[in-house]
Each structure stands twice: as structure tokens, then as C-alpha cells.
């Protein structure tokens, strides 16, 4: 049971949050995205080269998982911050059922390798 409830959690964080926000970075930056936001960011990359541009395009999924890993472990570490996921058996809390939360990330069976889309972190 526990393992499904924190698989439910993990595909949404990853699929919802991560692959999202990567793509969202993505699209800002090769100008597949409008708004100002997009455009500032377009506007501070002005000066580089297309292959620095890829760089930074890569360096994004190490970003975003260092704040994924953060906001777990925040979860983890207090406990006045509760997370929990709706199960058939009610609510189960994410710290409970984990042995670490920022570690259910990491690793050929963690969550980025097996629910996201997105590039795999490199750091």
C-alpha cells in the first residue's frame, strides 16, 4: 500500500511539476513561449551563442530536481508541515511511508527515472 501511495504522489510531482517546469524553461528560452516573463529571460540570453543557450537548457533539469529535493526534504524534516495522499484506506502521511522523501527522486527506480519525460538530471 504504501508503495502505490507514494508512486501516485511521485508521478504527479514529476509529471505535474518537474516535466513541466523543465519544459515551461525550455520553451522560454528557445522562444517557443510568450509573455513577458519569456521575454525577459530571452532578453538576458541575448548575448550568448546557440550552443550556450543549450548549455543552460541543460543545467535546467539539475535546477529544478535540486528544488524538488529541497522542498522534500523540508516536508520530511517538519513536522508542523504535513503532506499526504488520498488513498483507500484514507490519508497516508508522505513522511510515514518513506524511508526518505528526497531520496524516493534518485536512482534507476526513483521517480524521475521512472515517471518523467523530461531529460534525466545529470549532477
Avoid: C
Wanted: hydrophobic share 40%.
Amino acid at each position: 500500500m504504501a508503495e502505490s501511495a507514494l508512486d501516485k504522489f511521485g508521478m504527479l510531482l514529476i509529471r505535474k511539476v518537474r516535466d513541466e517546469a523543465i519544459s515551461d524553461w525550455k520553451k522560454m528560452i528557445h522562444g517557443q513561449m510568450k509573455g513577458a516573463s519569456a521575454e525577459q529571460v530571452r532578453e538576458i540570453l541575448r548575448p550568448l551563442s546557440a550552443e550556450d543557450k543549450e548549455i543552460v537548457t541543460q543545467i535546467i533539469p539539475g535546477i529544478v530536481d535540486t528544488v524538488l529535493h529541497h522542498l522534500l526534504w523540508t516536508v520530511e524534516q517538519n513536522a508542523d508541515l504535513q503532506l499526504g495522499i488520498r488513498t483507500d484506506q484514507g490519508i497516508e502521511s508522505l513522511r510515514e511511508i518513506s524511508d526518505g522523501l528526497p531520496g524516493e527522486l534518485y536512482s534507476d527506480e526513483g521517480w524521475i527515472a521512472r515517471f518523467s519525460k523530461e531529460s534525466p538530471r545529470f549532477l
